[in-house]
């Protein structure tokens, strides 16, 4: 394929679209304005804890069959590791009990037929409530839907839909919690085992992507920061960054790969989501007690799951935005409290992170998923990418690799169909 494709970002989005369009033989640049590559998907090594961390928890599972694509396309599909069966730990905090939730590896949940495998105080009926939510409409709220109280909604239905959405659930887009539900506990026990990079969310998805690209020899930039995008006569024409302004042939391509905020800004026409939601991660070095799970989750606690590493463990909150303005060492001092109960560790609290993430996703809600653009643009070779275009996803991993997979798609049409066309006019 001829000319050559701008990347604007090296977030997972851009990164997914680089590995695409390099390893089919496509010229890739990409553009990244911060020191780093990885966006939202990063680890750091921290000085006070002495450990390398991630900037949010990321618990994928089986099913995210784009995101371990992008995994084994790179040569990193052994960074994940997790059960050979779909097992989830839980407990309660008020009441003191734990259960843990064994998914049949089939389609046929057989798991919910017997009492003592289905979540505690659950009936056999509530668990086709989620059924409804295949014809939800576009204005829908899970609320308006089904009934977001009781046992299992609180046990099960609201712990999941809320990692996935970072949203409360009863608020958020029905049709996006059915996309949720359906492939994960809907798709069976082989589309949820849970799959964690021990080892950091850049030594899985960011420094081997890096790695590829430069085998592939696609220039990689950092510090590049894009101020304006010249557009007409139906076409991006030229990219503007701070000392350099890079003109764009007819053969050119761009994918405009950064936050909605920041697309909206170069593009002053394109409506973009413009609510969002916080997540706060609690870090803590300690080595786990070995008979700790890899993830529990944490049913009427501060936190809502608690994440076990080889030499940490971490705590995620979603919508976390009532928190944000709370006193860091408060929060960690109460993070911890419940940590220890649960685990029996001491009281004592242990050396301490806070990372809090206030723009971490758009919120789910109706509104904001009709803002969620399509990532054709109205100029040809100019397409977006990122877990808030209409992916049909909420902002996940999985999302940010599929609208980056669809970019290159795109791409690569719009180039073969060019190709085509000066073919048919040389024969002609």
């Known amino acids: 394929m001829s000319g050559t494709v701008h990347i604007v970002g090296a977030g997972l989005a851009g990164l997914s679209a680089a590995v695409r369009l390099a390893g089919s033989g496509q010229c890739v640049k990409v553009y990244e304005g911060a020191p780093q590559a990885g966006g939202r998907c990063r680890s750091y090594f921290d000085l006070l804890l002495q450990r390398t ?98 046992p299992l909604y609180d046990r099960l239905w609201r712990p999941l839909l809320l990692a996935a959405l970072n949203t409360e659930p009863a608020e958020a887009s029905a049709r996006l919690a059915w996309q949720v539900l359906r492939r994960t506990i809907g798709a069976g026990g082989r589309a949820c085992l849970p799959l964690i990079a021990q080892h950091g969310l850049s030594a899985a998805f960011i420094d081997p992507a890096l790695a590829f690209l430069a085998k592939q020899n696609a220039d990689v930039a950092f510090g590049k920061a894009l101020r304006a995008i010249a557009v007409g006569s139906g076409r ?41 939601s916080a997540i706060v991660n609690a870090h803590f070095a300690i080595t786990p007690p070995e008979h700790l799970p890899p993830v529990l989750g944490i049913v009427g606690g501060l936190g809502q799951w608690l994440f076990a590493y080889d030499d940490r463990l971490s705590v995620t909150i979603s919508d976390a935005g009532h928190l944000l303005a709370q006193d860091r060492a408060e929060l960690a001092a109460a993070i911890w409290h419940e940590v220890a109960r649960l685990t029996g560790l001491p009281e004592q609290l242990p050396p301490w992170q806070i990372v809090k993430e206030r723009r971490a996703t758009i919120r789910a809600t109706p509104e904001q998923e009709a803002k969620r653009p399509a990532q054709q643009t109205p100029w040809a070779n100019l397409v977006l990418a990122g877990d808030w275009t209409a992916t049909g996803l ?30 048919e006019e040389a024969d002609g």
């Open 53 to 150: 961390i991630d900037n949010g928890n990321h618990l994928l599972l089986s099913g995210n069959s784009l995101a371990l694509d992008y995994l084994a396309r790179i040569g990193a599909a052994h960074k994940l590791k997790g059960p050979a069966d779909a097992v989830f730990d839980f407990a309660d905090i008020g009441t003191g009990k734990r259960w843990t939730l064994r998914l049949d590896p089939g389609l046929f949940p057989r798991w919910i037929l017997d009492p003592d495998r289905r979540v505690p105080g659950s009936l056999l009926r509530e668990y086709i409530a989620p059924i409804r939510l295949i014809g939800a409409g576009p204005s829908a709220r899970l609320s308006d839907v089904m009934t977001c109280s009781g």
């Open 236 to 276: 991006a024409q030229a990219l503007a960054f701070d000392q350099v302004r890079i003109a764009l042939s007819a053969e050119d391509a761009v994918i405009l790969a950064v936050p909605p905020r920041v697309a909206a800004a170069l593009l002053p026409d394109l409506d973009t989501p413009n609510a969002f």
């Open 394 to 423: 909420p902002g996940t991993i999985e999302g940010a690799i599929q609208s980056g997979y669809q970019a290159a798609a795109i791409i690569a049409k719009r180039q073969q169909c060019r190709s085509m066309h000066v073919l």
